[in-house]
């Protein structure tokens, strides 16, 4: 086995940065060869089959073309469970997982009712499905493979989620009943930024999924916080990730549409990442509508 690490390591040495290789060099051997890590420690000279180390060949040639593990292994882990990938879908960020223990612990109420917009592989929806007592969760999309894609992990699962394909700029609030959550992680990479994103992401991910114009960064924020606005039940919450250079912009808008409060937060990178608002009691419309005429 050391061989064989030996090279992987080599093979992907000006490719990655050292910490990540090393990453590398222990999934795709947990991969092919089923070894965790703990046995890849203690069997540092154990001898691979051919057809081992071909497969490891394999993966090790589509990790030089950039190609996401993630993709390769066909599944990620995300919340606790595990979820399938595929170039249909966004890979789950670790940043979006704390969001969501975040979110875990704030709403503790049991039977919300949930919408997750634009679900990709399912990650929220399924999560929050998993782990919110009773929870009653739709999730919509508008890829037909995405949605496919999380329906096979709503069942790998084992919880009941609502999929169906829509539109989330054309969709009328009147298409929808009302919720007590509502969810999303909306494209939000402005195309000026692609310049600075790696091939990893820029090659493989959707790109439906990711990209807003620049001229209009907050086009799919402003659609979510219409629909929120119009589908949220009263002390309703609406949780969103954002672009890390829009975070006052977002929540500037979200105010003038009469959320409060409006919470801006950072991830674990001390970036401005979430942001949750509510929709305040009835008898506070008029005065936060007032208030931001």
């Given at each position: 086995m050391n061989e064989t690490t030996a090279y992987i390591r080599d093979s992907l040495q000006t490719l990655y940065p050292p910490e990540e290789i090393r990453s590398l060099t222990r999934r795709v051997i947990e991969y092919v060869c089923g070894l965790p890590l703990h046995e890849q420690m203690l069997r540092k000279d154990t001898q691979l089959s051919c057809a081992e180390k071909r497969?490891?060949?394999?993966?090790?040639?589509?990790?030089?073309?950039?190609?996401?593990?993630?993709?390769i292994m066909g599944e990620v882990s995300f919340g606790g469970l595990s979820f399938e990938v595929n170039p249909s879908v966004l890979i789950p960020r670790p940043e979006t997982e704390e969001w969501v223990e975040y979110l875990l612990q704030t709403e503790t109420a049991s039977g919300l009712r949930v919408l997750d917009i634009g679900t990709g592989s399912g990650c929220l929806a399924i999560t929050l499905a998993k782990r919110l007592a009773g929870a009653k969760v739709t999730?919509?999309?508008?890829?037909?493979?995405?949605?496919?894609?999380?329906e096979r992990n709503a069942l790998r699962n084992r919880v009941s989620v609502t999929f169906r394909q829509a539109d989330m700029l054309a969709e009328p609030a009147?298409?929808?009943?009302?919720?007590?959550?509502?969810?999303s992680n909306p494209p939000y990479v402005r195309h000026s930024e692609k310049a600075a994103m790696a091939?990893?992401?820029?090659?493989?991910?959707?790109?439906?999924?990711?990209f807003v114009p620049d001229g209009d960064p907050l086009l799919f924020h402003r659609r979510i916080a219409a629909l929120a606005r119009e589908r949220l039940a009263e002390n309703g919450a609406l949780y969103v990730e954002i672009n890390a250079a829009c975070g006052e912009l977002t929540t500037g808008m979200l105010r003038e549409k009469g959320f409060h409060p409006v919470t801006l937060m950072r991830d674990?990178?001390?970036?401005?990442?979430?942001?949750?608002a509510h929709i305040p009691p009835k008898s506070l419309h008029g005065c936060i509508l007032e208030f931001h005429s």
């Amino acid at each position: 086995m050391n061989e064989t690490t030996a090279y992987i390591r080599d093979s992907l040495q000006t490719l990655y940065p050292p910490e990540e290789i090393r990453s590398l060099t222990r999934r795709v051997i947990e991969y092919v060869c089923g070894l965790p890590l703990h046995e890849q420690m203690l069997r540092k000279d154990t001898q691979l089959s051919c057809a081992e180390k071909r497969r490891i060949r394999e993966v090790v040639q589509r990790l030089e073309q950039s190609e996401p593990i993630q993709y390769i292994m066909g599944e990620v882990s995300f919340g606790g469970l595990s979820f399938e990938v595929n170039p249909s879908v966004l890979i789950p960020r670790p940043e979006t997982e704390e969001w969501v223990e975040y979110l875990l612990q704030t709403e503790t109420a049991s039977g919300l009712r949930v919408l997750d917009i634009g679900t990709g592989s399912g990650c929220l929806a399924i999560t929050l499905a998993k782990r919110l007592a009773g929870a009653k969760v739709t999730a919509i999309d508008i890829s037909t493979e995405a949605l496919a894609t999380a329906e096979r992990n709503a069942l790998r699962n084992r919880v009941s989620v609502t999929f169906r394909q829509a539109d989330m700029l054309a969709e009328p609030a009147s298409a929808f009943p009302t919720f007590d959550l509502i969810v999303s992680n909306p494209p939000y990479v402005r195309h000026s930024e692609k310049a600075a994103m790696a091939r990893n992401v820029l090659d493989y991910e959707p790109h439906q999924a990711l990209f807003v114009p620049d001229g209009d960064p907050l086009l799919f924020h402003r659609r979510i916080a219409a629909l929120a606005r119009e589908r949220l039940a009263e002390n309703g919450a609406l949780y969103v990730e954002i672009n890390a250079a829009c975070g006052e912009l977002t929540t500037g808008m979200l105010r003038e549409k009469g959320f409060h409060p409006v919470t801006l937060m950072r991830d674990m990178s001390g970036k401005d990442r979430f942001v949750t608002a509510h929709i305040p009691p009835k008898s506070l419309h008029g005065c936060i509508l007032e208030f931001h005429s």
